[in-house]
DNA sequence: ATCGAGTGCGCAATCGATTGTAATTTTTTC
DNA sequence: GAAAAAATTACAATCGATTGCGCACTCGAT
């Protein structure tokens, strides 16, 4: 920031007024005469006057910036939810900080800390895969800074959520690989402290249940990155393991089934259904195209940054509130046509 | 922000010492006695006070926030710009506001005059394809924030920029092609209007020249989106259009590429070799996977940011400067092995 | 005993905007 | 025409931190 910029004293001294009737004159305060709010009106807008944010804010004691701690920006799920945070953001007049932690616990402290001794009037995060704790959050609850989750959160501490239906996409998922006739599915779960990650299995189980299906636990497999499915994919070939399906946690590790089942002459879908979870990009350009259950991306990050303004607005006064979105099982060329 | 922050004063009252001992014994100001020192240092320890940056921000005229505008964040190549940004930053004690300008001039606009009015010492930022003039960053210019381009820069506009070496990554690009044997070879172009993709045109018809290889006009062809190069490739397809490869200004365009071209039974890379540009993470998921020209994104940020902050700490003094990174062509399966 | 230098610290202004209260001017009323 | 009421506007404090200037005090030197 440099100088060059209009003040309310300069508006003042150029009209021989004080300072503070030009303040009130600016926001129509009816203590001033109509000549004199003419007057400051006009000059105003010819010097392109606009308050200093930092003043406001170090008087407001609110910044109007919202902090974002986000694992990492570049999967397409978290880029759009950072995209519908900035929508609903900018309508309400807030800026938007954004730090990765990189799925790394220690880096989400780090960004934590800056945050906190930093100007945000609340924070919008999805936790690390490494999180455990919240001590580092705790924080900003004690200096009532409001906390809103988005897509993974903290069970045990209490605030405003914004979470997939996961259970429910997952469930759909394996329901219609079922339907279809597929009875040896293969789940590729994420990280088992991740509760996102045991309500997908979740679901996947419960699907079988409803549907009379065996449930055979070897078929579920510890696997979430495109280049460990690759290894993943290839070792459950070779094992001779029978299947006849794959879901998958997120679609990048679907791509790497696809690419490995397909270089052992695997046919998808003929011999092997595939489904995936996020709806990523990559889905539709990937052959076949896949078959995945869609996370409406901007939408969460509407719906976080409208309940953490809310929970800004109206400070404690409201019961702590959960939002569960919606999924939709896309159905793409990795799957039987019904 | 709320209350509950120690400030200055509340040491000073708890001292029973002025603000200003307090202030000058935490930076160890000459004046002050070590005693005094001492009791204000563990104090400040134990309270855990932080200067407060708002307060700071209006006194120093500096905010220590640059603001970065993007095109779409969701592109990799934009994440990992941000993702290099944020880490040097991070380094030296700023915060980064990202905002998208959605590829569209409006919005652009907006972003940039949300900024302008707001706290930035500085600013990063890759134009919209929209992009023709710079009158609204002019006025950062004449109030002194100083600007740096990445990727995508307004040539008339003096400032410094970080830029990918368009020109030499297309050129050897297509030099590989015509090296492999390819004669035809088809540009999926990006718009006219961008420098970028201008010169990554000229490195294509320059590799030509000076291999001797004859150039054929009709071969370029305006598409740069995914979907497009969907409806694009099956057009040339269907024209009779010989050619026997294809070279895309980005890696979504060279996925709908393969995609069409598969469709149609040409066979990657013995018929039609395909390159990319960008090294997108989706070139190793799609198949074949996908030569492309690799740009260091996250070097760029870096780059960027060391620039911007250079610029900010020493004012006007250094000349304008342009950094070009180097590119590296990735071999991968959709061109033939050397 | 007094002057001068040196030490340690506080006052007050500043950054830009806001706001309770006081002060001034204008208008009204008897 | 003077006092009371109403209408305007100015003053000063505030948000948190910094800094030029000056004050008070100590100590050695003359």
Redesign the pocket.
């Known amino acids: 920031m440099k100088s060059s910029?209009v003040?309310?004293?300069d508006i003042a001294k150029l009209l021989?007024?004080?300072?503070?009737?030009v303040?009130?004159a600016?926001?129509d305060h009816p203590?001033?005469?109509q000549?004199?709010k003419d007057q400051v009106n006009s000059l105003a807008k010819e010097l392109n006057?606009?308050?200093?944010p930092i003043?406001?804010s170090?008087?407001n004691?609110r910044s109007n910036v919202i902090g974002v701690v986000i694992p990492e920006i570049v999967h397409y799920f978290f880029s759009s939810v950072i995209s519908g945070i900035e929508k609903v953001a900018g309508e309400h007049g807030y800026s938007v900080m954004v730090s990765q932690s990189d799925e790394k616990y220690e880096r989400e402290k780090e960004v934590c800390t800056t945050f906190q001794h930093s100007i945000i009037d609340g924070i919008l995060i999805s936790i690390s895969k490494e999180t455990n704790d919240f001590a580092h959050l705790q924080k900003f609850e004690d200096e009532g800074i409001p906390i809103v989750f988005f897509d993974r959160m903290i069970e045990e501490f209490e605030s405003d959520r914004v979470i997939i239906n996961d259970y429910e996409g997952a469930f759909q998922a394996t329901e219609y690989l079922i339907v279809e006739g597929r009875r040896r599915i293969v789940h590729f779960a994420g990280p088992k402290n991740r509760l996102i990650s045991q309500n997908r299995l979740k679901g996947y189980l419960e699907a079988h249940k409803k549907n009379g299906v065996v449930i055979d636990e070897s078929l579920v497999i510890y696997c979430d990155e495109f280049d460990k499915a690759l290894i993943e994919t290839q070792k459950i070939i070779d094992s001779g393991l029978k299947f006849d399906a794959i879901f998958t946690v997120n679609d990048f590790t679907a791509a790497g089934v696809l690419k490995t089942l397909q270089k052992n002459g695997i046919k998808v879908p003929t011999d092997v259904s595939v489904i995936g979870f996020g709806n990523d990009y990559i889905a539709e350009m990937i052959e076949p195209t896949l078959t995945t259950v869609s996370q409406p991306g901007f939408t969460m990050g509407e719906r976080a940054m409208e309940m953490l303004i809310n929970r800004i607005k109206n400070e404690k006064n409201d019961p702590i509130h959960t939002d569960v979105l919606p999924t939709k099982l896309v159905l793409r060329n990795s799957t039987k046509p019904r």
């Open positions: 910029n003040t309310i004293k021989s007024i004080s300072p503070s009737t303040s009130r600016l926001k203590d001033i005469s000549t004199t006057y606009r308050p200093n003043a406001l170090l008087r004691r």
